[in-house]
């Protein structure tokens, strides 16, 4: 503005169009839609249950209290922070007996690399000593770094060690951040048993108390964690996980307080840990909505300062996207991810390894996850603006609607005598694996994309290692049937592709892969949409397949087929042709090569009747289909 306008004379752009109120958007959308069911064409229902308009206006605002306030201010759904849109980028080092030095190492290369967190994770079974605890910090700038363990039962010692350790090199306090990530609820209805934490979960409490008190010199330390994770890598909905975690996280400030801990030294020791999935802006809101929920729980407890609301948020990219196959493609699922985790708020977050579902990372992978948050900080600046989400029509109301989803399961949660009970009468675990059944369906069918495994595989692409069975099966309970608890396990939504197409590699490797040959004829449109979708269908198991351009006649193409050797024999045309063409094409293929009709054609009982069995279709349950021609093909 020039300095000798006022603000009166400058022009409103647009100003000439008139507003378009809500009756009239919908009034065109009702005629464009020429009668089609509004809700069916244009609402979406989530996964978590809830609708998702096909637009949203300033007027779905007026409802929402938590737009008044700012980043930094109760309830804090625009964040915890004022100065911008800061976080830590960890990146986990494994921890393996009397391998500390080595470790160490690990961790200093990190540091030079952009990393600022550094995520120690030590295995129940691995006994780390005092000698052996220096020698993991040595060197590191703890003033400048956010130092995190995952610890089992050795946590209590872990917070002696790292005051001792202070101490002796004349670190004060207060220049400590980061976490003693000790989580025994989490344990418990991870492994089915607490034993590998303590004997019993009173025990287990008493340690968290010994913990909080040895830990009260050391205000920047979380000794307390809830590993709302779990629950996302067990097929849990975004909104079960947040659920759940809130639940976790009130049973420990209530046993604790029963203990005579005070809410006030309970909460700042809280982390929260969340896995980061696919749904882009459900994430960035479910973030803002696990920071306006939790700030109400504690302001419940009558603390004296809403600084005790804030909750501390670590995210990492979901195990339950990964990919075996084509696994570079998960490059692109973390980035989103983590793109959604930073949007919405996290203080810290951890990108997994492209490979990270191998068991086994390489340097080249954790390069590429620490550059990917580098990336999005250095060159996107995600870390300059405090809660970009703000003020969406879109991202405020789904915040809104998954505070209320999880909200809801947190209040039946609490009806059934809160999350310990409900741990214990398996009902968190139910609803989990109803909805990892359900997730996993939606993927054998297709309603749910997997990039590279039940969509648009590489068809080139051969497994060129040997997979254990370990990676093609869940993680689940390893106590041996004598579990205290149902376990929840780790599962990937990719397994059961992967095994199907591991299982053709394998056949391949001892005998030759099984082709599926397109027998293209008629229709031109028609032809090629059926085989593109032929061809994919088919690479999804691992099945060598062939396009071809078009035949004249049914004959040419049943001839080029059978030379080609063809297991499998798809043939692509238009409904109409099918009546004509399907019958003959049938009867001489019939023991030289398994025919597949593309499509659900009005004839299909026609041809049902002249012993035509296969057709596919959207409609097909992709992994059922794939598997029943394995089991005709001997593999």
């Known amino acids: 503005m020039n300095s000798t306008e006022s603000p009166n004379t400058r022009e409103k752009l647009f100003s000439e169009f008139p507003p378009v109120s809500t009756e009239a958007w919908e009034k065109v959308i009702t ?31 007026k409802q929402l209290e938590f737009l008044r306030r700012n980043p930094g201010e109760f309830p804090f759904v625009r964040g915890s922070k004022t100065d911008g849109n800061h976080w830590y980028i960890r990146q986990e080092i494994q921890v393996e007996q009397g391998k500390a030095a080595e470790a160490n190492k690990k ?87 607490i034993k590998s934490v303590a004997s019993t979960i009173e025990e287990a409490m008493e340690m968290l108390v010994a913990i909080r008190k040895d830990a009260a010199v050391l205000p920047g330390l979380k000794t307390i964690a809830v590993h709302g994770k779990y629950y996302g890598n067990a097929g849990a909905t975004l909104t079960q996980e947040l659920a759940f975690s809130l639940s976790q996280g009130v049973e420990y400030i209530s046993r604790l307080t029963e203990k005579g801990q005070t809410v006030e030294s309970i909460t700042p020791a809280m982390k929260f840990i969340f896995s980061t999935g696919s749904n882009y802006f459900l994430e960035i809101a479910r973030i803002r909505a696990a920071r306006l929920l939790w700030a109400y729980i504690v302001k419940e407890y009558g603390v004296t300062s809403d600084e005790l609301c804030k909750a501390n948020i670590h995210t990492e990219t979901s195990s339950w996207n990964m990919t075996l196959y084509d696994p570079y493609v998960n490059m692109l699922r973390t980035t989103t991810e983590s793109m959604s985790a930073i949007i919405g708020g996290t203080d810290s977050h951890t990108t997994l390894p492209f490979d ?41 109301n789904l915040t809104n609607e998954i505070a209320e989803q999880a909200w809801n399961l947190f209040l039946k949660i609490e009806e059934e005598g809160g999350f310990y009970s409900a741990i214990l009468k398996g009902t968190i675990q139910n609803i989990i694996e109803e909805t990892r059944e359900k997730r996993y ?85 028609m032809r090629k949409a059926r085989s593109q979708f032929a061809c994919n269908f088919f690479a999804c198991a691992g099945f060598e397949v062939v396009d071809n351009n078009g035949f004249k006649t049914v004959e040419e193409g049943v001839a080029a087929a059978i030379a080609a050797n063809a297991d499998i024999t798809v043939l692509c045309s238009s409904d109409e042709e099918y009546g004509t063409m399907a019958i003959p094409a049938f009867q001489q293929l019939s023991g030289k090569s398994i025919m597949v009709i593309a499509g659900n054609p009005a004839c299909t009982e026609e041809l049902q009747a002249a012993g035509i069995r296969h057709f596919i279709s959207v409609k097909s349950n992709v992994l059922e289909t794939l598997k029943s021609f394995q089991t005709e093909l001997g593999i």
Not at 43 to 61: H, I, M, Q
Not at 360 to 372: D, G, P, V, Y
Not at 445 to 452: A, C, I, K, N
């Open 441 to 525: 369906n939606a993927i054998a069918t297709r309603r749910d994309t997997l990039l590279g495994i039940n969509q648009y595989p590489n068809f080139t692409e051969k497994m060129d290692r040997e997979l254990s069975e370990k990676l093609l099966a869940p993680v689940t309970c390893n106590c041996g049937g004598n579990c205290d608890v149902k376990t929840l396990g780790e599962y990937r939504g990719a397994l059961a592709f992967e095994a199907l197409r591991y299982r053709t590699d394998a056949f391949a490797a001892k005998s030759r892969r099984p082709k599926a040959y397109m027998l293209t004829i008629g229709n031109l449109a």
């Open 356 to 396: 990270s579902a191998y068991g086994e990372t390489t340097e080249f992978s954790e390069r590429i996850a620490r550059n990917q948050q580098l990336l999005l900080k250095s060159e996107s600046h995600f870390d300059k603006i405090n809660d970009p989400a703000a003020g969406s029509y879109y991202l405020e």
């Open 31 to 61: 005629e464009d839609l020429k009668g089609a069911d509004y809700e069916k064409k244009l609402v979406w229902r989530t996964e978590e249950g809830f609708k998702v308009k096909p637009y949203y206006r300033e007027e779905d605002l």
């Open 107 to 193: 961790a200093l290369l990190l540091l030079t690399k952009g990393v600022n967190s550094i995520g120690f994770k030590i295995c129940g079974s691995v006994e780390v000593s005092y000698d052996d605890f220096a020698e993991l910090l040595a060197n590191i700038c703890i003033k400048e770094t956010e130092i995190n363990f995952t610890i089992g039962k050795q946590a209590p010692l872990f917070v002696k060690y790292l005051i001792r350790f202070l101490d002796a090199n004349k670190i004060g306090y207060t220049s400590f951040n980061g976490s003693i990530e000790f989580d025994p609820l989490g344990t418990l209805v991870r492994k089915g048993v």
